[in-house]
């Protein structure tokens, strides 16, 4: 079975810098898609950002980026300038090629003013 | 495009009594997913259709769950009798099959008092 752990329960920044939040993953699959899930205050869940395991290159939406190891089945996300809309949680997920999804158990971020 | 679409958003009911949650995918949609978010145990996986076919069952807590899916716009979940220990937020996510990432819904905040 599949398993996400994300190490951090908690974790707090200073507006405008930069933090990285970690995710570790478990998996015997070669082909697989890992995301980066946000859930405001709201609880509505947003889709941050998405990696193809098959893909080396780091994928990069705006502000936030990965840094996608598949050695060593690591795959963080780093916000830069954070702003304080970026208060949250985030949930690490990886799925396999049959489309289920598993979530880690998610880091409460808050940017501070 | 109006997203995922669930009903109700929150729903107080009385232990022993019936609850339907109601879920309209994105049209053209392939999968839809129900999950459950509890502080315990976080987001798990209840159960999956494929073109309305349902495909994995095996995250469903009993056989108090049960999931239809009559139709490609429409599926319910249905806790019959409802615990206290159901109470949580449940969603529904839909997705193509082309692994772009699912699609949430706001999410049902089930109480069962």
């Known amino acids: 079975a599949q398993t996400v752990t994300q190490s951090q329960p908690e974790m707090s920044v200073q507006e405008a810098e930069t933090v990285t939040l970690s995710c570790t993953y478990d998996?015997?699959?070669?082909?697989?898609?890992l995301f980066w899930y946000k859930q405001p205050p709201s609880r509505q869940m947003i889709l941050v950002i998405r990696?193809?395991?098959?893909?080396?290159q780091n994928a990069t939406e705006n502000r936030f980026s990965v840094n996608f190891q598949k050695a060593a089945k690591s795959f963080s996300l780093k916000i830069s300038d954070s702003q304080l809309g970026d208060t949250a949680m985030y949930f690490c997920?990886?799925?396999?090629?049959?489309?289920?999804?598993?979530f880690g158990a998610g880091t409460r971020l808050t940017v501070k003013p | 495009d109006a997203g995922v679409i669930q009903s109700p958003r929150h729903e107080v009911t009385e232990m022993g009594q019936e609850v339907t949650l109601r879920c309209k995918p994105i049209s053209g949609h392939d999968y839809l997913f129900w999950y459950r978010q509890t502080m315990m145990r976080g987001l798990e996986l209840l159960i999956y259709?494929?073109?309305?076919?349902?495909?994995?069952d095996s995250g469903m807590p009993e056989d108090r769950f049960s999931a239809k899916m009559p139709n490609a716009s429409f599926s319910t979940l249905k806790i019959q009798p409802s615990e206290p220990r159901d109470s949580a937020v449940y969603f529904c996510a839909s997705s193509l099959a082309d692994r772009e990432g699912y699609t949430f819904g706001s999410g049902t905040r089930l109480t069962v008092v």
């Open positions: 259709f494929n073109n309305n076919v349902p495909i994995d």
């Open positions: 998996t015997s699959e070669n082909n697989y898609y």
């Open positions: 997920a990886f799925m396999k090629q049959d489309n289920d999804m598993r």
């Open positions: 990696q193809e395991a098959y893909k080396q």
